[in-house]
């Protein structure tokens, strides 16, 4: 027997490495054709989602889209990105001599400074309140930014989601008279501006503290007090001016809250108590400091004690704080009293935020998979060849589909409530699924909102677990090296806050409750009025190429309102999660096979009908060959010519 001749060991310089993934960019535009191509976009549903909502006419936000999508790839990028990961906030809560540090008490790092000002100038708020740009979507635009900027910004978008619903609820008020609180109207009006600037140097980000020990969600158990200054504290402390010489407000503000995030913030909106109940306050977070008449430009914190940071799963680079208010002076925002009516108009915008931030984190999970699945070989065969891993990962693409087209249509519909229809969507692909009747449209997005943020935020976090498990080890790492390009692990567990901030799923499922049963909305039948009528529209258009599907959701459309019609608030709470579930099969399905109809795009239509599939009972499962659904996997996971796929080999 001939003698084997031993194999040389490997080690840490010698042997087997595995190639590198190539992480392309997410979204390519086609300068020449004016409008986005989706079959050359990594992250094929985007594409279609921006051919579906913005006109083809619209080459200043494809090409703004197409170069964050590449910026945000960048080295020196994903290199902030991992020093606000790795250098996350620090507490420094007293001064050399043990007195309570009210000048500089929070520090971050470099690169979550830096990533906040890109943001800025890249608009990821300002673009929605650029209100010469009207012939397209706005909202659209606006979080297809942040998409495409989201995996590589480290969670600065936490502060901007926040910074872009205090920017429209001082929108909704710029106009209010001061009345008896003279000088309000010039400083939200400079905040405002502030807050929608381009310019890192003027721009403003804003905090949202709301969370309290006793009340959670339930922003009921507020025990933050506000009191309304007399004529002479104000008199007295008539020279205190904020951080940018604007007067403070004539209420003191005192309490404890519990769990805010973007503390590091210019500006905050909070809910505090009044002799008139629950009411919404704007408050700067720094202001002159009383002590240093010798250096005027000197600032402290306007009453607000640093008392811990918050050590969370995820988020870490985000500086979540507990908070001691004790004489923070601010400005009331809308009726006393009615601070619950104000503040939803913060929450419609960050639950749209949420839900947005879920799917993005989501699609760079995947990208990161299809980029792995195309460079790793196991038992000498690219993942890329092992029909079962691909197929796999084709199951979850489709469910990222679903979730992508839903966040958004909701975002579509924010933008449609906010611009004019027969400006902007009047030419576009979607002109068919965005009701042209603004109530009609604005009832739709109060409805599928909560039930959004809640699936999607849930689905995705279910998703990037899965990516997590298709790079093995890898994907269980905390990959910080290579500025972090593979690191699914910091993604999830940043996204695994999203089920919880701004409302649990459970929280959703309740609001849901409330707005069918509300009867100022469609005189209490919204699910029959609103989406029973949106859904059949919907249908129309694709019952030809989907006719079994439409029947479907027809019948699931049904159940939805019989349960509706036929039982009391109590059960309908208790049967909230299902709720939830209805609307996502019901609205996904309608997006997926009306996105498909547009074109006939053979994917699309896949994808449609396996998302539908995937809900439906066993009469419409279509038979099929397991070699031909295979080369389908490689169309809607690798993105693979049509032709290529089915004609070629496995």
């Known amino acids: 027997m001939a003698e084997q001749t031993p194999t040389k060991p490997s ?22 054709s004016a409008r986005g191509n989706h079959s050359s976009s ?107 900027w989201s995996g590589s910004a480290a969670m600065t978008g936490c502060p901007a989601s926040m910074t872009d619903g205090a920017a429209k609820l001082l929108a909704a008020h710029l106009g209010d008279p001061d009345g008896d609180q003279p000088g309000r109207g010039e400083v939200l009006r400079e905040a405002y501006r502030r807050l929608i600037s381009r310019d890192p140097n003027v721009a403003w980000t804003s905090g949202q503290w709301m969370t309290e020990r006793k009340g959670g969600s339930d922003v ?17 402390e008539a020279s205190q001016r904020d951080a940018h010489g604007m007067p403070l407000g004539p209420w003191r503000i005192d309490g404890f809250k519990w769990f805010s995030s973007a503390t590091d913030s210019e500006m905050t909106v909070m809910l505090a108590q009044t002799t008139k109940g629950l009411s919404l306050f704007y408050a700067p977070v720094r202001r002159r400091a009383s002590r240093s008449a010798s250096s005027p430009n000197e600032t402290e914190l306007n009453g607000i004690r640093i008392q811990r940071l918050k050590n969370k799963v995820g988020t870490k680079q985000l500086p979540t704080a507990e908070l001691e208010l004790k004489g923070v002076r601010g400005w009331l925002i809308g009726e006393e009293g009615r601070g ?76 449609s409530v906010e611009q004019d229809w027969d400006l902007m ?54 990959n910080n090296e290579d500025g972090g390009i593979l690191n699914v692990a910091r993604i999830l567990r940043d996204t695994l806050v999203n089920p919880i901030w701004e409302g649990t799923v459970s929280v959703m499922a309740e609001d849901v409750v409330r707005v069918i049963l509300d009867p100022r909305i469609s005189n209490g039948k919204i699910i029959e009025n609103v989406l029973g009528q949106w859904v059949h529209h919907v249908l129309q258009h694709c019952q030809r190429t989907f006719p079994d599907e439409c029947a479907f959701v027809e019948k699931r459309l049904q159940s939805l309102v019989e349960i509706t019609n036929h039982v009391d608030k109590a059960e309908l709470l208790w049967r909230g999660r299902d709720i939830l579930g209805h609307l996502q099969a019901i609205v996904c399905a309608c997006l997926l096979m009306y996105d498909a109809c547009t074109d006939g795009n053979e994917v699309a239509v896949i994808v449609a009908s396996r998302y539908i599939q995937s809900f439906a009972d066993s009469d419409i499962q279509k038979p099929s060959q397991w070699d031909v659904e295979s080369r389908k996997d490689r169309m809607i996971f690798l993105g693979e010519d049509i032709a290529r796929a089915v004609n070629g080999k496995l």
Request: proline letters at 4%; a positive charge.
């Open 42 to 148: 990594d992250d094929v549903v985007l594409g279609r989602i921006l051919e579906l909502y913005l006109p083809h006419n619209c080459s200043n936000a494809g090409q703004s889209i197409h170069d964050l999508s590449r910026r945000a790839l960048e080295p020196r990028v994903l290199q902030h990105s991992v020093d606000a990961e790795t250098n996350p906030p620090v507490l420094r809560p007293l001064t050399t001599f043990g007195e309570e540090n009210r000048v500089d008490p929070l520090w971050t790092s470099t690169g979550w400074k830096a990533l906040k000002a890109i943001g800025q100038e890249e608009g990821l708020v300002s673009v929605a309140y650029e209100t010469e740009n009207t012939t397209w979507n706005r909202r659209v635009h606006q979080f297809a930014l942040n998409h495409v």
């Open 340 to 415: 619950v009516k104000e503040v939803a108009t913060i929450l419609n915008i960050t639950r749209l935020y949420t839900a947005a931030g879920s799917v993005a984190g989501w699609g760079r999970g995947l990208a990161i998979c299809r980029a792995y699945t195309r460079a790793r070989k196991v038992q000498g065969s690219l993942l890329a060849d092992i029909p079962q891993h691909v197929r796999w990962m084709a199951v979850e693409t489709v469910k990222y589909s679903a979730a992508m087209h839903w966040a958004f249509f909701g975002i579509a519909l924010q933008g």
């Open 11 to 32: 080690s840490s310089t010698e042997g087997f490495f595995q190639p590198f993934p190539t992480i392309p960019a997410c979204y390519s535009f086609s300068a020449a």
């Open 425 to 478: 969507v009047r030419n576009t692909k979607a002109a068919a699924i965005i009701p042209r009747d603004r109530k009609h449209a604005a009832a739709l997005l109060r409805l599928i909102t909560p039930a959004l943020k809640a699936q999607a935020s849930v689905g995705s976090v279910q998703g990037l677990r899965e990516c997590m498990e298709g790079l093995g080890g890898v994907g269980y790492c905390e």
């Open 220 to 236: 009921r158990g507020t025990e933050t007090i506000a009191r309304r200054l007399t004529d002479e504290e104000l008199l007295q």
